[in-house]
């Protein structure tokens, strides 16, 4: 396939626009990226060269009703590969691929997996989550995430409220964000997310350009999946950090046992930006599996 790196858009035969990045290289390897959550694909940007020195072009969409995409209520993660992801490959032109997903993109990237069968030729999944259908589960989830789920299932006006504040931030006082999303993070992550300045809090405006979206995201997070781990042929790699507040570590070491065959790499000092710090790590694995 050839593309050319940037910011795009597709209209589907629904009348439903898809927005989507190009990173990389135009004519290089296909991976398609599964974004992270309150976040846009734009998340994918810093890594931008280092997917074009290894040959990749990765293929970036924003979910319904997050950045460009419009919405589509109830949307799960099986259905959402058929309705947005297929056509998009179609569009596009790619067969083989490759699939990554970073915190609540993991078990999107996971249903790519299976539901494009052996066109997948490998997964990462980053810092990912496991089913948040099981109480158990969802216990041990971080108290902001717990707690918009729990909102958007009986107080959605709430979690609007919460996404219309966050975009409104993003615009007059992105410092604001950019300080309260780093507090918690180990030092050297939060070091490389602030010097990449207004690079977070755009992309949590952009995660919030469609309050609606952001219930509509929330409430497929914590859905039955529609498959197990177990059902998932493709090799997979899980990436943890150790010291990850928001996915509980143990998480990583669960989901990589869970799925077969599947390998585990953890960053003992590392946090959920892993995503970022690691990237050329997770890159690497990926383009080992593509001709």
């Not at 006006?157 to 219309?164: D, L, T």
């Not at 946090?271 to 970022?276: I, Q, R, S, Y």
Request: hydrophobic share 40%.
């Amino acid at each position: 396939m050839t593309g050319v790196p940037g910011d795009q858009m597709l209209t589907l035969r629904d009348g439903r626009t898809i927005g989507y990045s190009l990173y990389g290289d135009g004519r290089g390897r296909p991976v398609v990226h599964c974004h992270g959550g309150l976040v846009s694909g734009h998340d994918f940007g810093p890594a931008d060269e280092d997917a074009r020195s290894l040959g990749l072009l990765v293929i970036s969409p924003d979910r319904p009703g997050v950045g460009r995409t419009d919405r589509l209520p109830g949307h799960g993660l099986l259905p959402w590969v058929q309705t947005d992801v297929v056509p998009l490959l179609e569009h596009l032109g790619v067969e083989e691929l490759c699939v990554t997903g970073w915190s609540a993109g993991g078990p999107y990237a996971l249903a790519v997996c299976v539901a494009l069968g052996s066109r997948v030729v490998r997964c990462a999944v980053v810092a990912g989550a496991l089913p948040l259908d099981d109480p158990t589960t969802l216990r041990e989830l971080n108290r902001l995430d717990r707690t918009l789920i729990g909102l958007s299932r009986h107080a959605p006006g709430a979690v609007r409220g919460y996404f219309a504040l966050t975009r409104l931030l993003a615009r007059r006082a992105p410092a604001v964000l950019l300080k309260g999303a780093v507090r918690d993070l180990p030092t050297g992550e939060a070091a490389a997310v602030t010097e990449l300045g207004r690079w977070l809090p755009t992309l949590l405006g952009e995660g919030a350009a469609d309050p609606r979206g952001g219930v509509d995201e929330y409430l497929a997070m914590s859905a039955p999946w529609g498959f197990a781990p177990e059902d998932v042929a493709a090799p997979v790699r899980v990436f943890q950090g150790g010291a990850d507040t928001l996915v509980p570590a143990a998480w990583g070491r669960e989901l990589a046992r869970r799925i077969p065959g599947a390998t585990l790499t953890t960053y003992a000092d590392g946090g959920h930006f892993v995503a970022l710090t690691r990237r050329r790590e997770v890159l690497e694995y990926l383009a080992g599996g593509l001709r």
